[in-house]
């Protein structure tokens, strides 16, 4: 197997990912792709997640995709999986996501 020389930056989101913060996670998100091949935002900590937040992660996997870079969503958090299924967008991202066994429990009874 041949190593590729890609360099991958992980980038820790320590603030939600609202209208709130849309703008400068821009410009950190972007500066981020610019300096690597390979990003992987590590969205733990982003507690909320609004539509604003959903298009900034859209933005910058358009970005990577058209500078030939990967970009990689790794430790979701609930309020990130639940907009990322609601909006039916898991396979966008191609990430996998963990779900518990306590969270895809149905919250009704038939």
Known sequence: MEAKNA??????????????????????????LAQTDSLELDLQAATEMDTAGLQLLLLLKREAG???????????S???QQLIDF????????????????????????
Do not use: W
């Open 66 to 76: 058209q500078q030939g870079k990967s970009l990689s969503v790794i430790n979701h």
């Open 7 to 32: 360099t991958t930056k992980c980038l820790p989101v320590t603030e939600d990912m609202t209208i709130y913060h849309a703008g400068t996670q821009k410009q950190q998100f972007l500066a981020a």
């Open 78 to 80: 609930p309020r990130v």
């Open 87 to 110: 909006c039916n967008l898991a396979g966008t991202f191609g990430d996998p996501m963990v779900i518990s066994a306590r969270s895809a429990q149905p919250t009704h009874a038939l």
